[in-house]
C-alpha cells in the first residue's frame, strides 16, 4: 500500500469501522427474523412434507409472510393464544392448508418460486365434549349466550350413526352437523348440563314426511289439517321410541291409539329402531289406521351405541301467531317465543324426549352474513323476509335450496300451523299435514362422549365421536 493510501486509510479508518459495525449488524438482524419466521413454518411441494428452515426454504423457493387481524407480522401465534387462520392464500399455482394439530402449513404444487400468505384472527376458545377448540365460526350472541357454529359451511361436520365406531368414515357413518354447545339443558331426571346439539346434514329417506294428519277427534286434532301438538304428533312417533309416547295413550299390537281408544298411529319409534315403520298419514275419528310403508332398516339408527349416545332432555315447544316483522319476527324473538307458554289452547308448552327438530331461532343464529349484509343485519332482519337477503340465508350452513324443512315450533293462532324454513331462505308456517316439507332429526349428545383426536369438523375430515 502506498503512502497516499495508507494516509487515506487512516484518516477513514473510524468511520470505516463504523459504517462497517452498522452494515454487519443489520445482516445479522435481517438473517435473524428471516430465519426464526420461516423456521415456524412446515411445507409440502408435491407430495413430500419438509420443514421450512432456512435451508431448505431458500433452496426451494417458498415465501411465506403471517397476517394476524389483517396486519403483516414477523412472527406466527402460538398454538394455544386464541387465533385461527382464517385463509392460505398462494401465487403460481400453489395450494396451501393449515394443519391446526401440527401448527404448520402444508404446500402442494410448489412447482415454481411460490408466496404463501397465512391470515390468522382471533377465534373463540370453547369446550365441546372435552375437546378446547378455537374458532371464528362460530358466535355467542343468542340471549343465554350459546356457542353456535355459523356460516355457509363452517367445520362442524361429525361423524354420527356409524355402524362402526372404531373405523368412522364416509362409508361407515352418517355426517351430521353441530348446531353449538347449548347452556343449561334440562335432561329427563331434572337435572341442567351444558350440551351439544347435532343435526343430520340431509332429510330423512330423501323425501318429504308430515308432521302430522290426524283429523278433528283424533287426539289433539281439532280441525281436518293435523295437529301443531308435538306430544302426540305422528312425526314425534315415527322419530322417538315408546318410552316416549304421551301420558293416557296406549298401544294395542303395534298400533298406537290416544286416551279414547282411538287408533291415531302404527310402529311407534321405526326411526329410532332402525325399522320398517309407517308414514305419518291421514286418520279420521273411527277409522283404523292405514300403515303407508317407509323403511328405516339403512336410514335408521343403526345399533345401541348411537341410540345411548342420545340423551333424553325436556324440549321447549312455545309458539307465536306475529312474526312478520322486525318488532316480533327476528330471531332472538324466535329464541324467546320457543321458550315461552303461549301455544294453541290445552297444548303442551313442553315435551320429554329424544329426537326433535331444529327451532326456527338455530336456523337464523346459523347465518354469518358477508360483507355485503353482515350478521348484525340478518340478525335485525325478520326471518320472514330472509327470501329478499340472500346474503343472509346463503350464508347459512341449514339452509337447504332443494327442499322445505319442518322445525319444531308450533304457530300459536289455531291447531294446526308449524314454523318451516323455506328453499326461499324464510321462515313461515303452514299446515302439519303438508306433505312436502322433510325432517332432518336434531338430538342432544351426552356428556360423556367425547371427541377423538381425529378431525377437524370439516367436510373431508368430520369430528370423530368416542363412542362405546
Not at 277 to 306: H, M, Q, R, V, Y
Not at 392 to 413: A, E, H, V
Request: aromatic share 14%; glycine share 8%.
Amino acid at each position: 500500500m502506498n503512502f497516499k493510501r495508507k494516509l487515506r486509510w487512516a484518516q477513514h479508518r473510524n468511520e470505516v469501522y463504523k459504517y462497517g459495525t452498522i452494515l454487519s449488524l443489520v445482516l445479522i438482524v435481517t438473517i435473524s427474523i428471516i430465519y426464526f419466521t420461516y423456521s415456524k413454518f412446515s411445507s409440502t411441494n408435491e407430495a413430500t412434507a419438509y420443514e421450512t428452515t432456512v435451508e431448505p426454504f431458500i433452496k426451494n423457493d417458498d415465501f411465506i409472510a403471517s397476517y394476524i387481524d389483517g396486519e403483516w407480522s414477523n412472527e406466527i401465534p402460538g398454538k394455544d393464544d386464541g387465533y385461527v387462520v382464517d385463509k392460505v392464500v398462494c401465487d403460481n399455482g400453489a395450494v396451501g392448508t393449515w394443519d391446526n394439530e401440527e401448527w404448520g402449513i402444508n404446500i402442494r404444487n410448489a412447482t415454481k418460486k411460490i408466496k404463501c400468505s397465512v391470515y390468522f384472527k382471533q377465534g373463540i376458545i370453547f369446550t365441546m365434549l372435552g375437546k378446547s377448540i378455537a374458532s371464528s365460526e362460530v358466535a355467542t350472541d343468542d340471549p343465554d349466550n350459546n356457542i353456535r357454529y355459523i356460516g355457509a359451511n363452517p367445520n362442524n361436520y361429525v361423524y354420527f350413526n356409524c355402524s362402526d365406531y372404531s373405523n368412522q368414515s364416509d362409508s361407515t357413518c352418517e355426517k351430521w352437523r353441530i348446531i353449538g354447545v347449548f347452556k343449561n339443558v334440562t335432561k329427563s331426571d331434572g337435572t341442567k348440563e351444558d350440551l351439544v346439539k347435532i343435526i343430520k346434514d340431509d332429510r330423512l329417506n330423501n323425501t318429504g314426511i308430515r308432521w302430522d294428519y290426524k283429523k278433528t277427534g283424533v287426539g289433539t286434532s281439532t280441525t281436518t289439517y293435523g295437529s301443531n301438538d308435538w306430544t302426540d304428533s305422528q312425526l314425534m312417533m315415527m322419530l322417538n321410541p315408546t318410552d316416549y309416547l304421551k301420558s293416557g295413550y296406549t298401544i294395542d299390537n303395534n298400533i298406537v291409539k290416544d286416551s279414547n281408544g282411538q287408533a291415531i298411529y302404527q310402529n311407534m319409534g321405526s326411526y329410532y329402531n332402525g325399522t320398517s315403520g309407517c308414514e305419518p298419514a291421514e286418520i279420521a275419528s273411527g277409522a283404523d289406521f292405514t300403515c303407508t310403508s317407509i323403511d328405516f332398516t339403512s336410514t335408521g339408527l343403526k345399533n345401541d351405541s348411537t341410540r345411548n349416545a342420545i340423551e333424553s332432555v325436556v324440549w321447549n315447544l312455545g309458539g307465536t301467531a306475529n312474526f312478520d316483522s322486525a318488532s316480533n319476527g327476528l330471531a332472538s324473538h324466535f329464541y324467546g317465543y320457543e321458550r315461552g307458554t303461549t301455544v294453541y289452547s290445552g297444548h303442551a308448552t313442553t315435551w320429554t324426549g329424544k329426537v326433535g327438530l331444529m327451532y326456527p331461532s338455530d336456523y337464523g343464529y346459523a347465518t354469518s352474513g358477508n360483507s355485503t349484509t353482515d350478521r348484525v343485519t340478518c340478525l335485525a332482519k325478520e326471518i320472514y323476509s330472509w327470501d329478499s337477503a340472500s346474503d343472509c340465508y346463503s350464508n347459512d350452513y341449514l339452509y337447504k335450496s332443494g327442499y322445505y324443512q319442518w322445525t319444531l315450533t308450533p304457530g300459536s293462532s289455531d291447531a294446526i300451523y308449524v314454523f318451516y324454513v323455506s328453499t326461499e331462505g324464510f321462515v313461515s308456517s303452514d299446515f302439519a299435514r303438508i306433505s312436502f316439507d322433510s325432517a332432518r332429526p336434531v338430538a342432544y349428545l351426552k356428556s360423556s362422549i367425547s371427541l377423538s383426536s381425529v378431525g377437524d369438523g370439516s367436510s373431508t375430515s368430520p369430528y370423530q365421536l368416542s363412542v362405546q
